[in-house]
């Protein structure tokens, strides 16, 4: 009992001692939210041309709306079979902007949407759509906090 009442309060200890150590390194910055997409054999162009008519338009109004602070899409030859070749990421100012829900916000991408598809109407936006699902996999997303690293005093 009297090495727990030791080893409990060393270890949160030793917890929060490596916490702020990596502070020391860097600030915090933005978010990324990054999905990953492995593209149907001979369908590449295709996805591509559908993100240009699509997902640009909506993503640079979603910008400058204040939506979103950035994104881009990286492109790489896959290493395997379930290996991503599209990567689609989405700058948010913090974790919070990025997971949580707002109905403001919310509201504000109905009507970017329905502007891009001419439709309010959801289901007929994801029927105008449907046909990319065919052309990709959608296999995960992946979050990651950027830094800005401090110079070495």
């Given amino acids: 009992m009297r090495f727990l009442r030791i080893l409990i309060p060393a270890s949160i200890l030793l917890m929060f001692a490596s916490l702020g150590s990596s502070q020391e390194h860097w600030t915090e910055g933005p978010v990324w939210s990054i999905d990953l997409i492995r593209t149907a054999d001979g369908h590449f162009d295709d996805y591509m041309k559908y993100l240009r008519q699509n997902l640009l338009v909506v993503n640079n109004e979603a910008k400058k709306q204040g939506l ?7 492109v790489k030859n896959p290493t395997g079979p379930n290996d991503w070749d599209v990567a689609l990421a989405t700058l948010y100012p913090s974790y919070g902007k990025a997971l949580d829900y707002s109905k403001a916000d919310e509201e504000k991408y109905d009507a970017i949407s329905a502007a891009q598809y001419k439709t309010a109407d959801r289901d007929k936006q994801r029927s105008a759509i449907a046909y990319r699902l065919s052309w990709r996999t959608y296999l995960g997303t992946d979050m990651a906090r950027e830094v800005n690293l401090k110079p070495v005093q």
């Fill in 68 to 74: 979103i602070l950035d994104f881009k899409v990286f």
